[in-house]
């Protein structure tokens, strides 16, 4: 497959039978009903709407495309070779089997080739696939994958720690267990030494900086 091609399937695909605002809050009553409840009283009577706008945030990354978050590289940096590292970005997702929160965090590093992009651009290509319904391995892998297409880089190291809900509020109710999932691509995948730098600078704690 040529990377044309890839570049496309990382591109969101719109729903063409995208139902109205009003069918959406109709489900919502429904749900409620379905728990018991009389979604006609007082303090029910404005939820679905509410609902309604929190899925909007909940899963605004379906309106942004990744592909064109990285189109915008900076070329002069000066003969730069090393890692890029961003660590500790907020991660807010839900979870496709069972619609719960999954929150935790994601670093993102990769070795550029030419080519850097604003760091702000990584955090939001976070976001554009981690709100949507995702499980944590897919989204681990189209985070990586995104920036190994568009920017070409010489290779990309996705680490992503997250809390499931629905393994800690239902089902098996286990707080506080983390899953870690992660993706090596070029020389994180082929070249020990560079993988090792990655965990290594994921472990040191800036001395200073901008971490609030
Ligand atoms: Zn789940």
């Given at each position: 497959m040529d990377s044309i091609t890839n570049v496309a399937k990382l591109r969101a695909k719109p729903v063409s039978d995208r139902p109205s605002r009003r069918q959406a809050e109709a489900a919502v009553r429904t749900l409620l009903r379905w728990a018991g409840d009389d979604p006609g009283r007082e303090g029910l009577r404005d939820t679905p709407s509410r609902v309604v706008r929190a899925y909007e945030e909940f899963f605004a990354g379906y309106a942004t495309d990744p592909v064109a978050l990285l189109a915008r590289t900076f070329e002069e940096v000066e003969g730069y070779d090393e890692i890029v590292l961003?660590?500790?970005?907020?991660?807010?997702?839900?979870?496709?089997?069972?619609?719960?929160?999954?929150?935790?965090?994601?670093?993102?590093?990769?070795?550029?080739?030419?080519?850097?992009?604003?760091?702000?651009?990584?955090?939001?290509?976070?976001?554009?696939?981690?709100?949507?319904?995702?499980?944590?391995?897919?989204?681990?892998?189209?985070?990586?994958?995104?920036?190994?297409?568009?920017?070409?880089?010489?290779?990309?190291?996705?680490?992503?720690?997250?809390?499931?809900?629905?393994?800690?509020?239902?089902?098996?109710?286990?707080?506080?267990?983390?899953?870690?999932?992660?993706?090596?691509?070029?020389?994180?995948?082929?070249?020990?030494?560079?993988?090792?730098?990655?965990?290594?600078?994921?472990q040191t704690s800036p001395q200073s900086g901008c971490e609030g």
């Open positions: 961003l660590r500790n970005i907020r991660l807010e997702s839900v979870c496709e089997h069972h619609m719960a929160p999954i929150i935790g965090r994601v670093h993102v590093g990769y070795l550029p080739d030419r080519r850097v992009v604003g760091i702000s651009k990584l955090a939001r290509v976070v976001e554009a696939y981690g709100k949507r319904l995702q499980i944590q391995e897919k989204l681990t892998a189209q985070i990586a994958n995104v920036i190994n297409e568009v920017l070409e880089p010489r290779g990309v190291a996705v680490v992503i720690e997250a809390a499931h809900q629905c393994m800690t509020t239902r089902g098996v109710h286990k707080p506080g267990v983390t899953m870690t999932t992660s993706r090596m691509l070029g020389t994180f995948r082929d070249d020990a030494a560079t993988r090792r730098e990655f965990f290594a600078m994921l």
